[in-house]
């Protein structure tokens, strides 16, 4: 199945800095790619996805770049706000079963410094 | 709209015994998923369902059950509980995908300790 790493696995930076964290991925048929934001004892949320057929993809302060040949894909955050503290897991889908199945990764947990 | 709705919160079993976890949603889902969540690790796939009466097994089935009897309640049943098994579980749902995925909705979990 796919196997999904995630580095770093703890990230601080200062407000208003940039973070950024990357993810790696093993199945090359996979081709939807999500980021969940988790906050402590909270549901992960979706901030953003992208799909394969695009390479990058834009929302606000956060974006996300995707590199199908070395099958990493990559989260962005800039002007860190404290807010923006939390656990972020990427997530990739093969899809191969037609269900939309999501293999995460072991997140990165954010902290922003104010 | 709820979203999808989770019950219990927080429940506290003892070795052997079974209980169900529910899970419901109101968002006319074909899709719906359970993952558990150890600490500090990302989410694992147990079980999923594509549509009523649907059900196959994920990353880490063994354990637990599952049924879709109707669109909206996907429940999981823990027959033998184990220490193991002390996690927080998670529910999705999410439309299908014609060409690719749709973002998947979490609930807010339900925290399980076996003890």
């Known amino acids: 199945g796919e196997n999904v790493e995630q580095h770093p696995s703890t990230l601080s930076v200062q407000e208003g800095d940039s973070a950024v964290i990357k993810c790696t991925y093993s199945d090359s048929a996979s081709n939807y790619f999500p980021w969940y934001k988790q906050e402590l004892g909270k549901r992960p949320q979706l901030i953003i996805d992208i799909r394969s057929n695009v390479g990058e993809k834009k929302d606000q302060r956060i974006a996300v770049t995707l590199n199908k040949t070395a099958k990493h894909f990559s989260l962005h955050i800039t002007e860190t706000q404290p807010e923006d503290s939390a656990v972020y897991f990427c997530a990739a889908s093969p899809d191969q079963t037609g269900a939309n199945n999501l293999f995460f990764g072991t997140g990165t947990r954010l902290t922003v410094i104010p | 709209n709820a979203g999808v709705t989770q019950t219990p919160k927080f429940r506290i079993l003892k070795i052997g015994q079974s209980m169900t976890l529910q899970c419901t949603q109101d968002m006319n889902h074909n899709y719906m998923y359970w993952y558990r969540q150890d600490p500090g690790m990302g989410l694992k796939l147990i079980y999923y369902?594509?549509?009523?009466?649907?059900?196959d097994k994920g990353e880490v089935p063994n354990g637990y059950n599952v049924s879709r009897s109707t669109t909206e309640d996907f429940p999981l049943r823990l027959e033998l509980a184990a220490p193991s098994q002390t996690s927080v579980y998670f529910c999705?749902?999410?439309?299908?995908?014609?060409?690719?995925?749709?973002?998947?909705?979490f609930g807010d979990g339900t925290r399980l300790s076996i003890l």
């Open positions: 999705a749902s999410s439309y299908p995908g014609q060409i690719y995925n749709q973002p998947q909705h």
């Open positions: 369902s594509v549509g009523a009466g649907i059900t």
